[in-house]
């Protein structure tokens, strides 16, 4: 129905193209901008329109060239499609469409809304395929002249389409010698495309992120590696892999589809000499030529929807002192003319800016600007009426869109050779006027740092190469690099540059942080909950009556009954800390109760103990029972007991600490909801057996849901702090994952990450054990499925993952800023976040590990410093410890990287702004921390995050290494000393784990004693007395023999060196 290259021709909501339904028109789009259109006829009808009484659009058959006309902009922004071989005329009060049966059949739609809400009636004349449709014009013009009432009618036309086709043809030949007056409605149409509504904007905004991520991800990669290399490549070849780039997103590193995309013109590349500013340019044959003082010029420009965005790039090598001023004042005027482009300012003030910035900079560059700073851009590449140049004065609105694109032409600098001696400079971007964020290109750079690289080395580090065959001088070219004070620097260099003034601005950002009274440092661990009221039986009458005078278990009450001086006495289940059961030789079984009393460890805040502090409290009850079987059912009992209610009291307390979430709005009769099915989920449901779910996507978030009434979360849009889609290609499974922003419960458990994932391949282990041929029939086949099943599971993903993100588009969702994250697994690297070994992937904005529960989720905007710990040459494995802006948050350490990844993990850490430091040692980050927020002014005078400067402590200690030179040990008291000093420093950087493990042991000494540990105590304690009766001489004997040992270490060539921990 329409050209397949303008990308109109997409199918809607994904309909295969061959199907009867493939295509359909939204009538509330159509109804709106129907209105827009008569509002703006009626309004602008003498000035603009032409005093036209009808407006007849007659859109050419279709072509395979790039084209842009009036008539299929149109189409598009009207009907959503171009229609092709079509006739439209609009009059006050009806619309006639001359088509084809099929086009008519689609149109059909526009009747009803045109009658309802603008009381207009549309008129179908279809014609046949062997008629040239005389009799359906006759029937159209006669309507004309019917809706007019002049004798003569004006009739409105795009004077600047010529004809084409027989229909076309026939239809401008009397339409010319009917009696009517023709009126060019150019002009109207040009302002009615001109304001673009915030469907249209969203378009050009996806076109732009196509277009700087095309120049980004390929175009720049490409060129800095043919330079390096020394490739020979044309600029043809080069527009050839760039527009094959925009057609196929991915290429790009874009989540776009492909159907919707297209290019404004072939991409072109200009060099060596010959350049052509016009849009009309072509990339020719000729040889990129990169050599000293040569210029590249890069434009790239595609299309989303049909809707058009503009790139252009200008590229120095080795650049001459006149090519450098040229581009620092073009980059000048460039800003200049997007600044000036504000609502209620003339179109001509743009370029009067520019033109403004270049006479004062470099009048001598006058005469070599462009006479335009570039055109309105949308559903076509130039919008007429909308240039940027010094006679246009038409008022800017917002919402308008421009291709801002400035040049100087025709430059000419000092050099023998013409492929350097003539140049020309080109800078274009797609800007929006109105916007916070107007320029749309911005995230490519234009910096002139980011846009010149220089290839010249001091001659004594020079080593020859292969001539440049493009040039044949006797000019080296060595690695890219990007210019620094005309001087080449390696890439380690520029690191350490911006890590320096990356530490500035860190020092800096924590200072002021720590001045105002932000996060500063405390004890991580919160305090503990107290349990609600323990109440077992509210009165004497309640309890059971007495059935033996044995312990007894009340399930229903929660309450353990124990016989004490002839009562029943009941206690709460939850007041029992420890049960446990013995037997003796004669045969007695012993059942022993600890209960919670104050003082107890991890208890002492509960308010049922200090309710009632005066009281005195059991610690504990034992029994003695001749029925073994009778005491290890109640052991049993009060076990499962106790563990049901801790359970339930954990979830009452967890569900207690739960920020309230909006409720989920169903999609129902608004929209279709996006599925996904036969999904697992992690942390998983209770229950032994587990089903899959479905996940949908209703109005303002996700509802995940199995066949179980009691099985569903429900995660809102507003909750989710980063979406991530990671397909399967060396895994196992395929997944999409959630990190919110406040805790849900899933099931019974309290999580803030929430997974849905399909494993795509089944876990086969073949018995028998012998091998099978590669070239087995089954066995192929049998592969052949699992790369068709996983491939059909990821491609079902990212099709949810783009649907979801087309809907967190809508302008409701754009302060959410959310979109589906796809982790690199070309930056991985392998480490131990948690206990065992991962494979860990940053993302754009994360640091990420879904595949091992649990899972690691580190938001790279709440990163303080990276500290990279152990590394040292010898090392196989190094830390990587991070510590988060909020000093209340632990630092988290990710253990055992091999250093194989040290430099990869530099690089990333550079390119994302992150300041990292390098240590020898593990340090006490809880202790470090500590000393920060208690004292901030002195760590902020002491130079701040400097401390941990490797280069500064190595220079420190060479100084004090000198100083120590020639010290040995005399005697034994001495090196004791130094132990004593070696253990103190140890403690500097001994690990948090440590801390934990001595805590944990002081706790264990002050719990309940079990019967083993009470034993283990009477032997200790008679091994004790029996060391004791040992005699004199045995005693001497083993001091001796210690006293020996102690004096080995001098006798010996190398001292011990103590152990970091």
């Not at 700087?212 to 080069?238: A, C, G, Q, R």
């Not at 404004?264 to 590349?269: M, Q």
């Not at 949308?378 to 940027?388: P, T, V, Y």
Request: glycine share 6%.
């Amino acid at each position: 129905m329409a050209d397949v290259r303008n990308g109109n021709a997409r199918p809607p909501n994904g309909a295969p193209a061959g199907s009867g339904s493939a295509y359909s028109i939204d009538v509330a789009s159509f109804t709106l901008r129907l209105k827009s259109l008569y509002a703006h006829w009626a309004e602008h009808k003498a000035d603009l329109w032409g005093s036209a009484d009808a407006l007849a659009i007659a859109t050419p058959p279709a072509s395979d060239d790039l084209r842009y006309l009036k008539s299929s902009a149109l189409n598009i922004w009207l009907l959503g499609y171009e229609f092709p071989d079509t006739i439209m005329v609009f009059t006050m009060k009806q619309i006639h469409f001359l088509c084809s049966m099929k086009k008519a059949s689609l149109l059909e739609v526009v009747k009803k809304p045109a009658r309802n809400e603008l009381d207009i009636d549309v008129f179908m004349h279809v014609k046949p395929k062997a008629d040239d449709g005389t009799g359906q014009m006759d029937a159209i013009f006669h309507a004309i002249r019917g809706q007019s009432k002049a004798d003569s009618p004006i009739v409105g036309y795009i004077a600047r389409e010529a004809p084409e086709g027989n229909l076309l043809e026939t239809w401008a030949d009397k339409l010319k010698n009917a009696d009517f007056q023709l009126a060019d409605i150019t002009p109207g149409l040009s302002d009615l495309f001109a304001v673009k509504d915030e469907t249209e904007i969203m378009n050009v905004k996806k076109a732009a992120y196509l277009t700087y991520n095309v120049m980004n991800n390929v175009v720049i990669p490409k060129l800095e590696n043919v330079i390096d290399d020394e490739k020979e490549v044309t600029h043809s070849s080069f527009m050839d892999l760039t527009e094959k780039a925009i057609l196929d997103p991915i290429k790009a590193k874009v989540k776009l589809r492909a159907e919707n995309v297209d290019i404004c013109y072939p991409p072109i590349f200009q060099s060596g000499g010959e350049f052509d500013l016009r849009p009309s340019a072509a990339s020719n044959d000729e040889l990129l030529y990169y050599d000293s003082a040569s210029v590249i010029i890069c434009a790239v420009g595609a299309r989303y929807s049909s809707y058009c965005s503009n790139i252009a790039r200008t590229y120095l090598i080795d650049g001459h002192s006149l090519q450098i001023k040229a581009y620092e004042v073009l980059l000048k005027a460039h800003d200049a003319a997007i600044s000036a482009l504000k609502p209620g300012t003339k179109v001509n003030s743009a370029y009067q800016a520019a033109l403004a910035v270049v006479e004062k900079e470099a009048p001598e560059l006058v005469p070599n600007l462009t006479k335009s700073a570039g055109t309105g851009i949308g559903l076509e590449f130039r919008e007429s009426g909308l240039n940027i140049n010094a006679k246009n004065e038409k008022v800017l609105k917002p919402k308008m869109v421009f291709n801002v694109c400035l040049g100087f032409q025709n430059l000419q600098c000092e050099s023998g050779n013409r492929k350097n001696q003539n140049f020309s400079l080109m800078l274009a971007d797609t800007v929006i006027v109105g916007e916070k964020v107007p320029v749309l290109t911005s995230k490519c750079s234009k910096a002139l740092t980011d846009v010149s690289y220089s290839f010249k080395e001091d001659e004594e580090e020079q080593k020859p190469k292969k001539k440049s065959k493009v040039l044949g001088s006797e000019n080296f070219i060595s690695k890219t690099a990007l210019r620094s004070d005309n001087q080449e620097v390696s890439k380690e260099e520029l690191r350490k540059q911006h890590q320096a003034e990356l530490a500035r601005q860190k020092n800096e950002e924590t200072a002021r942080r720590l001045a105002g009274g932000g996060n500063g440092a405390g004890d991580n661990r919160a305090a503990s909950k107290s349990s609600t009221d323990l109440i077992a039986y509210k009165n004497v009458n309640d309890l059971p009556p007495p059935r033996d005078f044995m312990i007894q278990v009340d399930q229903k009450n929660e309450a353990v009954l124990l016989p004490i001086y002839g009562c029943m006495v009941p206690f709460h289940v939850a007041t029992i800390r420890t049960v446990s059961s013995q037997q003796d030789t004669n045969r007695n079984c012993y059942i022993r109760i600890i209960f919670n009393v104050p003082g107890t460890p991890f208890n002492s805040q509960d308010t049922n103990l200090l309710k009632n502090q005066g009281a005195i409290y059991l610690k504990e009850v034992s029994f003695r029972s001749k029925d073994p079987r009778h005491i290890s059912e109640v052991v049993q009992l009060i076990k499962t007991l106790r563990r049901q209610v801790m359970a339930r009291e954990s979830e009452r307390a967890e569900r207690a600490t739960l920020v309230t979430q909006e409720r989920l709005q169903l999609a129902g009769n608004k929209f279709k909801p996006i599925r996904l099915s036969e999904l697992w989920i992690r942390p998983p449901f209770g229950g032994r057996k587990k089903i899959p779910g479905s996940l949908e996507a209703h109005v303002n978030g996700f509802r995940y849901s199995t066949t179980r009434p009691d099985e569903r979360v429900d995660i809102m849009f507003g909750n989710i702090k980063h979406a991530f889609f990671q397909p399967a290609e060396k895994e196992m499974i395929t997944l999409l994952h959630f990190h919110l922003h406040n805790h849900i419960m899933v099931g019974t458990k309290k999580t803030k990450d929430v997974q849905f994932y399909v494993e795509v391949m089944d876990v086969v282990q073949t018995l028998g054990g012998g091998k099978r041929s590669a070239y087995d029939p089954d066995e192929i086949e049998e592969e052949q499925r699992e790369r068709e099943r996983k491939n059909k599971i990821n491609m079902d993903f990212q099709s949810f993952a783009n649907r979801v993100n087309d809907l967190w588009q809508q302008p409701q969702f754009r302060g959410l800023d959310l979109e589906f994250d796809q982790p690199l697994k070309e930056l991985g690297f392998h480490g131990v976040p948690h206990k065992a070994s991962a494979f860990i992937i940053p993302s754009s904005s994360c640091l990420v590990e879904l595949i091992e529960y649990p899972f690691l989720v580190v938001t790279l905007g709440e990163i303080e410093i990276v500290n990279l710990e152990r590394v040292g040459f010898g090392q196989k494995n190094f830390d990587m410890a991070i510590v988060f802006k909020d000093f209340k948050k632990d630092v988290l350490r990710i253990d055992s990287i091999p250093t194989s990844s040290l430099d990869g993990i530099k690089e990333w850490l550079d390119t994302t702004d992150i300041k990292y430091y390098e240590s020898k040692l593990n340090l006490n980050w809880r202790q470090i921390l500590k000393t920060i927020t208690d004292d901030p002014q002195s760590f902020i005078d002491d130079g701040g995050w400097e401390f941990l400067n490797l280069d500064a402590s190595d220079s420190e200690s060479d100084n004090s290494a000198e100083s120590d030179k020639g010290y040995e040990p005399s005697d034994v008291e001495v090196e004791s000393d130094s132990e004593d000093e070696a253990s103190d420093s140890e403690s500097l950087v001994e690990s948090e784990d440590e801390e934990e493990e001595d805590s944990e042991e002081d706790s264990e000494e002050e719990k309940g004693k079990t019967w083993e540990e009470l034993e283990r105590e009477a032997s200790n304690a008679d091994r004790e007395q029996g060391d004791e009766s040992d005699s004199e001489e045995e005693r001497k004997r083993r001091k001796m023999k210690a006293f020996g040992k102690s004096r080995a270490g001098p006798s010996g060539g190398i001292p011990k060196r103590s152990k970091l921990r």
